[in-house]
């Protein structure tokens, strides 16, 4: 497979045009400082009046056709009706304008072809401009006239406009770049949107005991689990060993719960009596609207509740048993945990769920979304390929969609949003897709919105109040191999407003303070994150128009805890550059040891007789040489944000069948004798872990064995050892010894051997466990 150049994969800083290039003082004079001016013509069509009659009947049908040279954009129509109301709002690109005159026609709706009513025409010299904060501009009547000039009865509200992208008006627009979508739905895909995350909690179901059950058979002790339902979410204990009717569980059940809570909490208590058969004796349903909401570790009240037990009588019909049994128990919401539903490597979020729990804001993160270029054809649409890209934003519980810019390789959105910052220690991330649901494309069901990249930016590792203008390149790893399907031009800035505030948050934990009193376990984390991020993708894709579920899961990165080749050998990579500093540093001093450089072994003699002369220098200088290092490398500490780097995730050399693996379902959909090799392959590489896990085992244990007697005459020897070196350290002062080994250590090669010395020759003949090993 062959390597694309590494210079396509780089970060490119850039210094776009932004915010118009209008400043007062330090800041711009529009919002949108942080993107590029756009200009827009809007016409906002309010309402008409006075229309007169065009079918036989004398009704009408009345609609409005906007129309700018090749564009036209059109209102929905009334039926039957002379004074309609509209309001909407047209928005076309100046770039594009290329025309002198915009038409604003009304129109009446027929079968055959619709009747021309009237309409009045304006010179684009003569339309005003506004810039916000100005007040929107009010509507005016406007006469309608005929194809000659001359003035027909009815009026038309309009407001023309010039202005730009940071109009409030623009969002809900219909762009000229979308004349070639079709119908209401797809043409609500297209436009920016800001979502929310549902605000997600943790239910604990701590499940104490029951009371007077009821079993089928009464000749035996029921086996009984609690078992217990929340939507898609099932939970069950162990099954009570206590062989009565009064089993005792105490045992934990978590849960993830979105607002608007919507479906209740079903428990049932339920009887093993055969190995696959069980047996209902009772449930209950509990809604979460009336569950306690609990902020810290102090315990909650437990609470009984009744079960009831339902019996089939005429095929489904279902009678109920006013009692059955009772069910002890202590429910609550925990509210001071945070729910993850990312990856802590590379949250967004690190908030307790409990608002009252929330500290102050430390800043603001604004993002502008510029541009992108190079965008791969990502479908073909009437035999040519096309891409029609939109960008998501995720930071916090906040989702930005920008518009979508229809068949276009180089979009221009220039969009800019804006997120309160908690901690500066998360991470913004920005993805890039293609909308596959245009022209009705919703109702085959089947379409999915293709991803084209993502990029992560973290914001600790942006300097304060600088803005970052960089172009950042689109990577996806393909079977094939790894692509660039593009670059997107972002602008960032963080804007710090109490450097204080934000100082302190490096002393404080990660994660909230229960998070640490009372610990989840990694098995529960793991659970709990996979039902919080399909808990977060349902909920958006029911929004209008919706965030779709490859979308949501794309940006959370669900798929990453599934086994790679590639991330695999990437991560041991990456213990190796950290040990790397450890490593240089053990070579450094062999070679000090076996003075390869003269005078340096000498200077660090002189060094170690002065510490150990004065040791109380010793922790000064340590900081004093971590300080100097510091200083030092601050002459080259990176200037941009870090970005995806395919040669950190082994993505750039990566074989196709390791490729193959990955992109592999689960369970895996392969055929037997690829499966048969990769499962070889995996025994060869766990088999070499073995050994090394192996021979560590090994060295623990013949240290173990230093006082454990199983051999003997080693342990003997040893504890003599120990008796001597006690009494000589006793009588000889501290510093002596350690001048004596430290000058021992650090000897002259003509005063060493080849051979190992007698220590390391004593531990290595010391007995391990392996020889009682099948």
């Given amino acids: 497979m062959q390597r694309p150049p590494q210079e396509d994969f780089s970060l490119k800083e850039t210094k776009p045009h932004l915010g118009g290039g209008k400043v007062t003082g330090d800041k711009l004079t529009s919002t949108y400082d942080l993107v590029e001016q756009m200009q827009y013509l809007y016409v906002r069509v309010v309402k008409a009046k006075d229309l007169p009659g065009k079918d036989v009947t004398g009704s009408l049908d009345p609609y409005v056709e906007v129309r700018l040279g090749n564009y036209r954009g059109t209102t929905r129509h009334f039926e039957k009706k002379s004074n309609p109301e509209w309001n909407q709002v047209f928005a076309f690109s100046k770039d594009r304008i290329q025309a002198s005159v915009l038409e604003v026609s009304v129109k009446d709706k027929d079968l055959v072809k619709d009747d021309f009513v009237g309409r009045y025409m304006f010179d684009l010299n003569e339309i005003p401009k506004r810039v916000p904060p100005d007040s929107p501009l009010a509507p005016q009547w406007y006469r309608l006239e005929d194809r000659n000039g001359n003035k027909v009865k009815g009026e038309l509200m309009l407001a023309v406009w010039m202005g730009t992208q940071a109009d409030e008006a623009f969002p809900e627009s219909w762009h000229s770049d979308a004349a070639t979508v079709s119908g209401a739905d797809a043409l609500a895909n297209i436009r920016s949107k800001v979502y929310l995350s549902p605000k997600l909690w943790y239910l604990r179901v701590n499940v104490i005991e029951a009371q007077d059950l009821i079993p089928g058979d009464r000749s035996r002790f029921p086996e009984v689990y609690v078992k217990a339902i929340l939507g898609n979410q099932a939970l069950r204990t162990r099954v009570s060993m206590s062989k009565t009717i009064n089993p005792m569980w105490n045992e934990d059940l978590m849960f993830v719960a979105a607002e608007p809570f919507e479906e209740p909490l079903i428990l049932s208590v339920e009887d093993r009596v055969a190995p696959n058969k069980d047996e209902v004796l009772g449930r209950c349903a509990i809604p979460l609207q009336y569950i306690d909401r609990r902020l810290d570790h102090r315990p909650i009240n437990s609470k009984w509740y009744n079960l009831e037990k339902h019996i089939m009588v005429e095929g489904e019909k279902k009678k109920e048993i006013k009692f059955a049994s009772r069910l002890h128990m202590r429910l609550y919401l925990e509210g001071g945990y945070h729910v993850l539903d990312e990856s802590t490597h590379y949250s967004s979020d690190l908030r307790p769920t409990a608002k009252q729990l929330w500290k102050s804001s430390i800043g603001v993160l604004e993002l502008g979304i510029l541009n992108a270029h190079g965008l791969s054809p990502m479908k073909t649409k009437d035999g040519r390929a096309t891409t029609d890209a939109y960008c998501v934003a995720k930071y916090g ?49 089947g379409a999915r919105d293709s991803r084209i990249g993502k990029v992560r930016i973290r914001l600790s590792t942006l300097e304060t109040d600088r803005v970052y203008t960089h172009s950042y390149p689109l990577l996806v790893l393909h079977p094939t191999g790894v692509k660039k399907m593009g670059e997107i031009h972002l602008a960032v800035r963080f804007t710090c407003s109490s450097l204080m505030n934000m100082m302190h948050m490096y002393s404080q934990p990660l994660l909230p303070k229960m998070h640490y009193i009372h610990p989840l376990t990694v098995s529960q984390l793991d659970s709990l994150r996979h039902q919080a991020t399909q808990i977060v993708s349902m909920r958006l894709s029911r929004a209008e128009p919706p965030l779709r579920k490859e979308i ?29 500093g450890l490593i240089a540093i053990g070579r450094w001093f062999d070679q000090i040891c076996h003075w390869k450089n003269p005078i340096t072994t000498v200077l660090i003699h002189i060094l170690f007789l002065i510490l150990v002369l004065y040791p109380e220098l010793i922790l000064p200088t340590i900081f004093l040489y971590l300080f100097l290092i510091g200083v030092w490398y601050y002459r080259w500490r990176p200037r941009n944000p870090p970005h995806m780097d395919t040669r950190l995730s082994c993505a750039d050399n990566a074989h196709p069948d390791e490729l193959d693996e990955e992109f592999d379902t689960f369970p895996t959909s392969r055929p037997p004798d690829i499966v048969r090799m990769r499962y070889d392959r995996l025994r060869s590489i766990a088999g070499r872990i073995q050994t090394v896990v192996g021979d560590l085992a090994t060295q623990g244990e013949r240290l173990q064995s230093l006082l454990s007697w199983r051999d003997p005459r080693a342990t003997a020897l040893f504890v003599i050892f120990c008796l001597i070196a006690a009494i000589v350290l006793y009588v000889t002062p501290f510093q002596v010894v350690a001048l004596l080994t430290g000058f021992y250590v650090l000897r002259h090669p003509r005063f060493r051997h080849k051979l190992p010395s007698a220590p390391l020759n004593f531990f290595r003949r010391l007995p391990a466990r392996t020889d009682c090993m099948l």
Wanted: proline content about 3%.
């Fill in 397 to 445: 519980q906040k989702w930005v969609r920008t518009r979508t810019i229809i068949d276009s390789f180089a979009p221009k959105w220039n969009e800019q949003y804006t997120w309160e910052v908690f901690d500066p220690c998360t991470v913004i991330t920005i993805g890039v897709f293609d909308n596959c649901h245009l022209h009705g494309g919703d109702k085959s069901g």
């Fill in 552 to 580: 949501v899961e794309y940006m959370l990165d669900v798929g990453s805890h599934m086994w790679s080749m590639r991330r695999s050998k990437a991560n041991f990579f990456r213990i190796m550059g950290v040990l790397g």
